[in-house]
């Protein structure tokens, strides 16, 4: 698995800085003008795709990087579009760049700095050398078994993104777990433990900001703090498997009972955001992630198994049938760990005939 740690670049010149600020705006440009090419015309990484974007001061390297990085993006835009069915614009080449192995560098320093960071600039022979030091979450990852340092990283604006190699290790022996994830609650797991209280008012502060405002990426900001630290919370160092739903395209089309009011106090909840925090933290720990079919989790009631839409009323569950009832999500985490712990040890099953096999 992969990991990526940003580090600072505070320690680099006025001279480097602005070195490195014309580089990442001819870089910009040049992918940008890649990607406009790739959506009319397919095209692939060779010398005639390579060919159709003029140069400028950008070295051969350079542009093969950049054509990399726009094919990556048409591609994964293309599928997304039609994965989802919904129409999408050309995309448009924003923020921080990402640059290969061949255009950057990371190297340990041998002076009074603990690395280097070596990238291509625009002029030939004279690359920008910058000198950065460790933190407490690099030492921690590069202390990990075989981890290996790569070469590359994402540049920003006073930073880098360095990317970590850590060899995957076996699952670890736990206990099992499921969690729900929710809008009210961030999550509720199958012992009833409830995470993240407050993360309707969370939500609640991005949609009040006006959108594209400093405002509204300071309060974004605080809302993918909020939900790293929440899910840090979870026992992990005793699970052994965790179950969570698979959830996709939740905030698409209009269905009933869901108003407009409704979709505009959801359109600020970043499911995905929380579900792409579990998978890290679970690969780290080692737990097995167990993905199950999201239908009826929190319409079937835990009891008798009676599924009915009646038997939810908000954050409220009471079966028709056998009048059992218990918090909604909670509800939600019980169905959730069932079918968890079956595909969990259909897929041990099958592993172990493929193994004997």
């Not at 989790?297 to 009832?325: H, L």
Request: some cysteine.
């Amino acid at each position: 698995m992969q990991r990526a740690v940003k580090v600072s670049l505070g320690l680099a010149t006025a001279t480097k800085l602005r070195r490195l600020d014309a580089l990442r705006r001819e870089i910009r440009s040049c992918t940008q003008a890649y990607v406009d090419s790739l959506w009319t015309l397919p095209g692939k990484l060779d010398a005639v795709t390579l060919n159709r974007v003029p140069g400028g001061s950008l070295s051969y390297r350079h542009r093969s990087n950049c054509l990399k990085v726009a094919l990556e993006t048409a591609i994964a835009t293309k599928r997304a579009a039609k994965a989802t069915g919904r129409p999408v614009s050309k995309p448009t080449i924003r923020g921080a760049i990402r640059l290969s192995s061949l255009v950057a560098q990371v190297e340990k320093s041998k002076g009074t700095f603990d690395y280097v960071l070596k990238i291509a600039g625009l002029v030939k022979g004279k690359p920008i050398v910058i000198p950065f030091k460790g933190h407490t979450r690099l030492d921690h990852w590069l202390s990990k078994p075989g981890a290996k340092l790569l070469k590359g990283c994402t540049l920003g604006e006073g930073w880098a993104a360095l990317w970590i190699e850590v060899p995957s290790l076996p699952e670890k022996a736990g206990r099992s777990l499921a969690v729900d994830i929710g809008i009210h609650k961030l999550l509720v797991d199958s012992d009833g433990t409830k995470y993240g209280l407050e993360t309707k008012a969370v939500c609640a502060r991005v949609r009040r900001c006006k959108p594209g405002s400093r405002g509204r990426l300071r309060a974004s900001r605080a809302r993918r703090d909020y939900i790293n630290k929440v899910i840090k919370t979870l026992p992990w160092d005793a699970i052994g498997v965790l179950g969570i739903e698979d959830l996709n395209n939740l905030k698409l089309g209009k269905r009933p009972g869901r108003g407009k009011n409704f979709r505009k106090a959801i359109a600020p909840w970043t499911y995905r955001q929380a579900i792409t925090r579990i998978e890290m933290l679970a690969q780290e720990h080692r737990v097995r992630l167990v993905a199950v079919d999201p239908r009826n989790t929190s319409r079937m009631c835990p009891s008798c198994g009676m599924v009915a839409k009646e038997n939810r009323r908000g954050e409220s569950f009471r079966c028709i049938r056998c009048n059992y009832s218990a918090d909604a999500d909670f509800v939600g985490a019980t169905n959730i760990l069932a079918r968890t712990l079956g595909n969990s040890r259909q897929s041990m099953v099958a592993e172990r005939l493929a193994a004997t096999g």
